[in-house]
Structure formats: C-alpha cells, structure tokens
C-alpha cells in the first residue's frame, strides 16, 4: 500500500507539480446530502460510492469509496483541514474505515468513458500436426494495457478533485477514500465521522 502510494503521488508530478486544490464549494450546505455542526464549521457531505467525480467527468474505482464533502465556516474562518480527521462507518460496522490518501486509489481508477483499441486479428495457422492447433483461437484476450498518458491525465483529475489539506480558508470542498471492495448495492446505511480541531460530529449520509 505504501509504495502504491508513493507510487500515484509521483505519476502526476512529473513536470509541473500538481495541487489538490478540492472541488468548487456548492453555494450552501443544504446543497449536499447532509450537513452537521461541529463549532464554528458545519461539515457537509455526499456519498459517492464507487464513482470518483471530478470537473472533467466521473471516473470509478471498484476499490474504494468516495465522499465528496465541504467545511462552511464564518467569512475569512481558517482551519487546519486533514483527511485524517475522518472515518466512514458503512453498515453499522464497530471499527469505521480510515481514509486513505489519493495514490492509493490511483491503481484501480478506470475512466469510463475510455476504450482500448480495437485489437488486431491474426492470421489463423494450420496445425501440420492434425490437433496440435485446437483452441489456437481460444486463447485468452492478452491484458488491456491504459496508455501512460491516460494514467496520468486520470491521475491528475483525482489529485485535482482531493480535498485540500492543511490550513486554509473556508469554505473549502473535495473528495476523501476509503478503501471498501464490496457492491455498492450490499450498502445500507453510511455515516461519516469527523474528529478534528472544529470538534466531533457524524454525518447519516445516503448510500
């Protein structure tokens, strides 16, 4: 996990380096799913479930679940924002599940509104050796390779739409990871935790 991760923050930053500047706020927190008070911030979110939203269209990660969530504060509010003040609960679970940094995510997320090229058919060989060509055309379609440059443009939308950390002014909105493999449909109830420096709160949020 760790080397995934130090592997997709190094893929978008070849050249010019790229900043998690988080999704443009809504105008209000009632423009999200749900919204909770800790403070002086109220905390707003919407579960995405396997979907990765961002500016230039969905991706989708069969991995990982996303929250795209925003902290509304007073005009001119700072705070110290981290991924890590937050934990998903799916399902009742006792132990919710930590959030997990952008390169992690990276290996899974599929585009889809990319397809590979059509593969090239080759020529059928006649077997001198009566059954030694059976099944020749039954072999297994060879592993869909994503080109470098549509892995990093797909990199690069998700660093973009990450919830921006450390301190910033408010409001600020993005996406947060958790790592979850099953059906989106096996999800019944979601509530998202947040334990921070504007105080404690759950979210019940729409699965």
């Not at 230039?56 to 005009?75: I, N």
């Not at 919830?163 to 059906?183: C, K, M």
């Amino acid at each position: 996990a760790i080397c995934l991760c130090g592997q997709g923050q190094d893929t978008p930053t070849k050249g010019a380096p790229i900043e998690a500047k988080g999704l443009p706020p809504r105008a209000t927190p009632a423009d999200y799913q749900a919204q909770v008070q800790a403070g002086a911030v109220t905390v707003a979110a919407e579960f995405k479930g396997h979907s990765v939203p961002t500016p230039q269209g969905p991706l989708s990660t069969e991995d990982f679940v996303v929250v795209e969530m925003a902290l509304f504060g007073l005009p001119d509010a700072r705070m110290k924002i981290s991924a890590d003040d937050f934990s998903l609960r799916i399902n009742g679970k006792k132990a919710p599940l930590p959030t997990r940094p952008f390169g992690m995510v990276l290996g899974s997320v599929k585009d889809p509104e990319w397809a590979p090229p059509e593969p090239v058919k080759s020529k059928s060989k006649t077997s001198l050796g009566g059954g030694g060509g059976q099944g020749e055309g039954d072999a297994p379609p060879a592993p869909v390779k994503i080109p470098i440059e549509v892995q990093r443009a797909m990199a690069q939308r998700v660093q973009k739409a990450t919830l921006p950390e450390g301190d910033r002014t408010l409001p600020q909105a993005g996406l947060i990871y958790f790592q979850y493999r099953g059906a989106a449909k096996g999800i019944h109830s979601v509530e998202l935790i947040y334990d921070g420096p504007a105080g404690k709160a759950t979210l019940a949020l729409q699965p």
